[in-house]
Every structure is written in structure tokens, then in C-alpha cells.
């Protein structure tokens, strides 16, 4: 199984980045998928989930109203949308996979599959 994360980089404050999760080795409209993020010296957290189907999300609070998650079963891949940034979002953000989006929000989560990072870096 791999979970490719791609799109991060460097923006300004206020700006946008997309970010990508390619998925492959496993039946991906089978599973729920989320995106979590880690900065520095701080624990990993939730930051989005979305049903298998796609007709489920949920936000964490911080990123509600900026961030949109979606995926393309047929292409095998989730996205994040990320507008409106800010220096506090610069972070490595992973994608994720589990069987269902209560098992991505739920704390600790219970993750079947992670990807690789992607930094994310916000300038003010």
C-alpha cells in the first residue's frame, strides 16, 4: 500500500495550496481518508476526514471554513484545499486511510495506512 502526498510548499499568509494523496495497493472507495498534520514540537493532529463515498467531512475547528477536503474514487486520490493560511497551518501534513471516517476522527485515531509527508510553510 502507498499513500503519495503531494502539493505542499511555501505560501503567504492569505494564500492557497492543494495538496494530494495518491493512493495504490489497496480498494480505495473502501476506505475513509484524512488529513493530519505535525509542526514542530508538537503532537500530531486531526485536521480533515471524508466518508468513503465522499458524502461525509469533517473539519477540525482551527481549519473550518478554510480547508475543503474531497476525493475522485476513480482516480484514487483525496485532496485538500487549503485557503486563507496562516503562519500557524505550516506543518507536515499527512494523508491517511482507515476504515471509517469515525475511526479518523476519534482520538487517538485508528489509522490503517499513512502516507509521507508534505510541508507546508506559511510566511507572514
Known amino acids: 500500500v502507498q499513500l503519495q502526498a503531494s502539493g505542499g510548499g511555501l505560501a503567504q499568509a492569505g494564500g492557497s495550496l492543494r495538496l494530494s494523496c495518491a493512493a495504490s495497493?489497496?480498494?480505495?472507495?473502501?476506505?475513509?481518508m484524512g488529513w493530519f498534520r505535525q509542526a514542530p514540537g508538537k503532537e500530531r493532529e486531526f485536521v480533515a476526514a471524508i466518508s468513503w463515498g465522499g458524502g461525509s467531512a469533517d473539519y477540525a475547528d482551527s481549519v473550518k471554513g478554510r480547508f475543503t477536503i474531497s476525493r475522485d474514487n476513480a482516480k484514487n486520490t483525496v485532496f485538500l484545499e487549503m485557503n486563507s493560511l496562516t503562519p500557524e497551518d505550516t506543518a507536515v501534513y499527512y494523508c491517511a486511510a482507515a476504515l471509517t471516517i469515525g475511526h479518523l476522527i476519534r482520538w487517538p485515531p485508528s489509522i490503517g495506512y499513512w502516507g509521507q509527508g508534505t510541508q507546508v510553510t506559511v510566511s507572514s
Open positions: 495497493g489497496l480498494p480505495f472507495s473502501d476506505y475513509a
